[in-house]
Structure formats: structure tokens, C-alpha cells
């Protein structure tokens, strides 16, 4: 088990982390290491690897938003029916329910504003239990997935005793 | 006509010195020359360092330092270190550990002396032990001993003149780690012969592997005999600020604090604020361990994977030292080549003293990915290499 989440943080750091390097760092057997990973695939604890994007440095630009949800929590399925239909929309990257005022918590990227716009009016004002939104629209961003987006500050000379 | 001293002159540049202007030269290298950590400074230190300069605790210090960090100091080492010390008067805050090595030397030594220096080795200690006017005895380290220094070794190269043994483990540039076993015989030999011992233990804190850091100051009547040396850099990302600290007998201590008044007044005083955290940093230094760790193994498993190089897997410190010996090159050359067609910057092992010829010194203070690109280039390297041959 503590080899699972030793795995599982070097993965997190780096999708594409070679199950040598994961062996030789974590004193394993790269086989072990390979065995392991498809366990974990296949019980559904790692969902998928991907890249992290700076869509801003990228020639195509995406439109980011943080939607907040309040829905009227439906008998027997509570809040999980409606955020999972939610989720299906392509454009839904994160989906949770937490605590506060509001209910779901969305993260959304599209092409345009117009896009998230189209989301917030026809996927969830449509909807009879949500009774209200909350849209921000991401300004900039500094950190996604772990990964800090300025630039690192500070220098070592190249050579020191 | 400018003159400057004959003596100074005789003494060389540091190796690292002349290969930091190849270096500086070049662009899109990645450097495996550093020898500092690539963590920020902890968060409480810093912020205790910006409270220091926003409370206007800008004045000098007492020549020994703040008494409060000393206190510290001293509870630290009673606690990991099993060494007692006075903070009154056995307790001296430097600037930086470079400065408590001048004064061990310069307090304990007078000209014509010799100092045993096990090699390779820290690039000051030679130097240090010249400008006290006296000599330094090399004693090699081997790959073979995990370079260890050995006892025996030590023992040979004792004469009337010997005055000191410098220990440094963990061992910057090799990793070494000294067992306890090995500092006992060096104990035995300093009880035997009346010699000092200055362990630099600067990188006390960067050991892997469960194994253990030994205070060759804590064993049996070696307390008046030893100078500890130690400081934030290495545990704490704190080497721009210049802080260390040393312990001894209070005679050996004020002796160096003699030296210190009139040279340095006393060290960074926003630095000695910063430092009064360093017990609320310890976290950080757990973590940068851990990670420490991992580009150790990295970096050791990919340079043994290479065709012509090996390393053993350093116990210590942030340094691989590998074994060249197979290209046939001297470790100047290698490091030179290397910098030229793979854009690869490491130390060569002879700036390190002769006994380094044969290796170079790499920093595995430097990210994963830095380290990964790196091992493709000198594999790459390599590659090219044997066909030539």
C-alpha cells in the first residue's frame, strides 16, 4: 500500500515517468512497478493521465470559468444525479459538491465566452432543481495541477564549491 | 607598479574558478556544477528575516552572535548531536561555515604545522591551512572504501608536525558517509597523538539510506579536542544568507573569536534573526530530503546504465561522484569535452585534489527533469565517444 502512494505521487508529479526511473527512485523492480500501475488502472484509482496546458502561452486561447450551483438536492440521489448529468458536458473539466452557500462547484473551459455563457443559460438555468449560479470567469492563472506558471525566480551561478 | 604578495600568488585558483568562465561562456547547459540547494530559503526563516529588516534589527551583533540563536544552538546540539556546549562561551556564529574554517585553523595552528586533509576534499581546506602558514597532508579517500577515509591511512601520514585531522562527513565532493567505526579510530589516533579534529558536519542533515551522522565531538575526551563545524546552508537553503556556527573547548573558542572581532565583528545580524527559525523549519528540510532522495537513486541508476561510467550510490550530501577512469581521459578533459559537445556542466574531480583525478563531481541539486536531460546528453555523449574508438 505505501509503495501504491509512492507510485502514485511520482505519477502525479509526472504522467509520463518512465516505471524505470519510478523503480530506481522508490528501490522497486520495474516490473513491480509495471504491475502495480495496472493494477491501479484498473481499479479505477488512476483515471487517466494528461498534459497540463498553459492555454495562454498556446496559439489557441480557452475561456476558464469557475461556476458555483445551488441545486435543490433531489430525493434519494441528493446532489449526485444533477452534478453527474452536468458532468457529461464536454466543456465541465472539474465537477464537485461541497460545503457553502452553494452546492456544485464547476470548472469550465471553452473556446469563446459565448460558449460558457451558452453553458450557464441552456445547461444549468434550464434545469428545474438549480435555483441559482455563480460565474467567474478566470482573469489569469499562477498554478494548475501542481504545476506553477511564472517563470521561476532567482539564480545559482552555474558552478559553486 | 602593483604589487601584490608572493605568497597569495603561490596559491592557486580554485579548479571550480577556472572552469566557471567555460562555463559562464556557454548557453543552454545544464549545470550539474552546483553546489548549493535549489530549495527556497523555509518560509519562517524568511519571514523572520523580513520582520528583522522591518524592525530595524540592523546593528551589529555581539562579536559571538545573537546569545538567544546560540542558546538554540546549543540545545540543537545536545539534542542530535550529544555534544555540551556553553552558549556563553563555546558557541561562535560565522559567517558562513567558510569563515569558522579559517579561524579553526588560524586559532589552533601555529606556522610549520601540518594538517592531515583526507582527498578528495572541500576546495578550502587547503588553502585555509596555507594561509595559517602551514601544511596539508593528504590522505586519500578510495572509491573501493565508499570513500571512507580509513584510519590506517591517517595513521601513516602522522609526523611530529601534525596538529590537526579535518573530517567531513557527509563528505562534499565524494557523498561519503564515515561509520561510527571509522571515527573512533580517528578519536583513538587524535587521544593518541594530542591532535585537534575539525569536523565540518555542514551536511549533516542530507543522509540517506537510514544511515546514521556520527559528532566525532561527543565520543569519550573528545569534547576539548574537537571544533564542530556546522551552519544553515545546506539543511536550510540558506547559503546567500552566510550563517554558520562552530563549538569547541572555550580556550579554542576564544582564540577564534579573536580573530573574529577584528575580521568580521560579527556575522549578517538579519541572517541571525532569520536563523532563530530553524527549529520551525525543520519540516522543510524533511522535504527537501525526500526529494533529495529521489534524484539521488535517479541520477546514481542512470549514470550506472552508461556504457564506461559508474558511480557507487553516494549515502550523503547532494553529490554523485563517478568514476571516469574507463574513457581514459583525465577529469579535466572529460568535464571540458563534455561542457563543449554535450552542453553538460559538472566539477572535475582533480579541483577536489589528486586523489579526485579520474571523477567528476555531480550535483543532483537540480531538478528531475534537469537530471534526466542531462543523462541523455552524457549517454548520447558516450555513444559517440566509443565509436571513436
Known sequence: ?161 | MTKVSKRVKGIPFSGIRKFFDLVSERKDIISLGVGEPDFPTPAPMKDAGIRAIEMDYTAYTSNYGLLELREKIAEKLKRENGISANPKNQILITTGTSEALDLSFRAILDPGGEVIVPEPSYVSYNPCVWFAHCKPVPVPMKEENQFRVQPSDIKKNITKKTKAIIVASPNNPTGGVLKKEDLEGIAELAIKHDLTVISDELYEHLIYDNEKHYSIGSFKNMADRTITINGFSKAYAFTGWRLGYVTASPEIIECMMKIHQYIMLSAPTISQHAALKFEESKRYTKEMVEEYDKRRKLLASGLNDIPGLSCITPKGAFYVFANIKKTGMSSEKFAERLLKEAGVAVVPGNSFGESGEGYIRMSYSVSRESIKEALERIKRFMEKEKKKR
Not at chain 1, 489557441?60 to 461556476?67: D, F, P, S
Open chain 1, 1 to 161: 500500500m505505501k509503495d501504491d502512494s509512492r507510485i502514485l505521487e511520482l505519477l502525479e508529479e509526472d504522467g509520463r515517468i518512465s516505471n524505470k526511473d519510478i523503480a530506481s527512485m522508490l528501490g522497486l523492480k520495474e516490473k513491480e512497478v509495471e504491475e502495480k500501475i495496472k493494477e491501479l488502472k484498473k481499479s479505477g484509482v488512476i483515471r487517466g493521465f494528461k498534459a497540463v496546458v498553459d492555454w495562454r502561452r498556446a496559439s489557441r486561447k480557452k475561456v476558464m470559468a469557475v461556476i458555483q450551483v445551488k441545486v435543490i438536492p433531489q430525493a434519494r440521489e441528493g446532489f449526485a444525479k444533477t452534478c453527474l448529468d452536468i458532468s457529461k458536458d464536454k466543456r465541465v473539466v472539474d465537477a464537485f459538491v461541497a460545503t457553502g452557500e452553494y452546492d456544485l462547484l464547476l470548472f469550465v473551459e471553452a473556446e469563446t465566452l459565448e460558449e460558457v455563457s451558452g453553458f450557464v443559460t441552456e445547461r444549468l438555468a434550464t434545469r428545474k432543481e438549480v435555483t441559482g449560479t455563480n460565474t467567474h470567469i478566470i482573469l489569469s492563472q499562477f498554478k494548475r495541477d501542481g504545476k506553477l506558471f511564472a517563470d521561476a525566480a532567482g539564480s545559482r551561478l552555474p558552478l559553486s564549491p
